[in-house]
């Protein structure tokens, strides 16, 4: 087992990043990189490491998104409590009695999502979904002046859910916040750190929002022009209770998974190929995902300038938009070994004959 990488991860995942605060995780992708390859900006705060292989052209971009999905504080109620957007998508089934913290000028500021005990919930709510809007996080404040003055908490603030990096029994198995997409994050870093021989250009990101709509992608894809683009995610697995072997496309431990399919993006056909063939030659655990709903950086990315012929790899994650998501390292381990063989076969007649 690649000891690296579970470090890594552990310090990817416990930065915290929502969508237009990703600045921990940018840090983290600047000094895992400094000296690899040229570093630089955009305007919206996506971060970009270009590593000049053999020649100029095709440019690759390997993208992957560091935000992760969180909140925002809307403001503190006369008696301290505080009340709150959802940034990226949630489930209030998985919130009530969770920890958060919340990020002010003064510091970090623990919290708790309040959740009514049983005893005191009337007949019929204790089997309704809450919603949203009735949450609310107590700090400890007795005032809505001490959560604010005091403690910092303000509107605006952002809030990140608290999920430590926990080694499950199954020694493969790993649970923590953010594996959407602090995964991605990491192979794009090691990716880069990797990558020996290659007649091409490779372009690995750290874009930002993309929990809120791709945002990040659009203009860090803008500024890069890449000729052809993958894209790396923490999909959902479903391997849960219930589902059937025959409907599962995102099993742990099942390898890399290779999305054809979602409503933002249709894969490259022929780059599509040239992956599986690649998995193939190296012996490399692959899953195939044509999924219903979902969308990632591709869908923003594909359609920049004269178009970028995409594809999505992903390391399954059970529970993603949670506290407590679940990874294999083999499905890690898989989709690096993957992009180490799949890339320095990206010269410039093959990404031309993509098109
Ligand atoms: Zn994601």
């Known amino acids: 087992m690649n000891q690296r990488s579970i470090e890594l991860l552990t310090e990817l995942t416990q930065a915290d990043g929502i969508p237009g605060h990703e600045e921990a995780v940018r840090q983290l992708f600047h000094s895992h990189l400094d000296g690899v390859g040229d570093i630089q900006k955009d305007r919206l705060g996506s971060i970009y490491c270009t590593k000049t292989g053999n020649v100029g052209k095709p440019r690759i971009l390997l993208d992957s998104h560091m935000d992760e999905v969180g909140f925002i504080v809307q403001h503190v109620t006369g008696a301290g409590y505080v009340k709150f957007l959802t940034v990226g998508g949630w489930w209030a089934h998985t919130l009530l009695a ?9 510091g970090v500021v623990p919290g708790v999502i309040g959740s009514t005990p049983p005893h005191l919930l009337a007949a019929g709510a204790r089997d309704k979904v809450m919603d949203l809007k009735d949450l609310y996080i107590d700090i400890g404040a007795d005032s809505a002046e001490q ?13 990140v859910p608290y999920g430590p990096f926990m080694p499950m029994r199954n020694p493969k198995l790993f649970s923590a916040k953010a594996f959407d997409n602090r995964v991605g994050v990491g192979l794009v870093i090691e990716t880069l750190q990797g990558l020996a021989d290659h007649p091409n250009t490779v372009i690995g990101t750290g874009s930002v929002q993309e929990e809120v709509g791709l945002r990040g992608a659009r203009t860090v894809a803008a500024a890069v022009a890449p000729d052809v683009a993958i894209v790396l995610e ?28 979602d409503p933002s993006m249709i894969a490259n056909p022929r780059l599509v190929e040239l992956t599986i063939e690649t998995t193939t030659a190296h012996q490399i655990p692959h899953q195939l995902a044509v999924r219903t709903s979902g969308a990632t950086d591709a869908g923003a990315i594909h359609q920049i300038g004269h178009g970028v012929p995409s594809i999505v790899l992903g390391v399954p994650a059970r529970y993603v938009h949670s506290h407590v ?13 993957l992009l180490l063989h799949l890339i320095p076969q990206l010269d410039a007649s093959t990404v031309d004959n993509l098109v």
């Not at 923490?234 to 399919?261: E, H, M, N, W, Y």
């Not at 998501?325 to 070994?337: F, V």
Request: with cysteine.
């Open 147 to 159: 959560a604010m003055e005091e403690y910092g908490v303000k509107p605006g603030c952002p809030i």
């Open 325 to 337: 998501s679940i990874i294999n390292i083999d499905d890690y381990q898989a989709t690096l070994d």
């Open 98 to 106: 969770q920890r958060v913290n919340i990020w002010t000028k003064q």
């Open 234 to 261: 923490g999909p959902p697995a479903d391997d849960l209770p219930g589902a059937s072997g025959d409907t599962l496309q995102g099993k742990l431990g099942g390898g890399v998974q290779i999305r054809l399919f």
